[in-house]
């Protein structure tokens, strides 16, 4: 079945960057349109970047400029480069895969980033 494992959140000081990444298995990696979204608490799930297959990559307008979505066919991974990190970044990132027009839409357990001095 189709599996996807988040990896590389953690604590970080404001103005500190991270990678997350994000392991698939089970697909047809190159159909499906790859994202990241974040939940902070007491919030709704929001976009953060999305990368169509194909296509190019689209950002939430508060990350723009300072986080970047790229993807490894062969690897089947999706990566996050978030940098100049701020306190309201701190939220669960989940990676998500769609195939268009489909019904097929998963989603990762999550990893928990943190920005705190």
């Known amino acids: 079945q189709v599996q996807l494992v988040e990896s590389g959140g953690g604590l970080v000081q404001p103005g500190g960057s991270l990678r997350l990444s994000c392991a698939a298995s089970?697909?047809?990696?190159?159909?499906?349109?790859m994202g990241w979204y974040r939940q902070a608490p007491g919030k709704q799930r929001e976009l953060v970047a999305s990368m169509p297959t194909g296509g190019r990559p689209n950002y939430g307008d508060s990350v723009k400029g300072r986080f970047t979505i790229s993807r490894d066919t062969a690897k089947k991974m999706v990566y996050l480069q978030l940098n100049s990190l701020k306190p309201e970044a701190t939220a669960v990132y989940y990676c998500?895969?769609?195939?268009?027009?489909?019904?097929?839409?998963?989603w990762g357990q999550g990893t928990q980033v943190t920005v705190s001095s």
């Open positions: 089970g697909m047809s990696f190159s159909v499906y349109d």
């Open positions: 998500n895969a769609h195939w268009p027009g489909r019904r097929d839409d998963y």
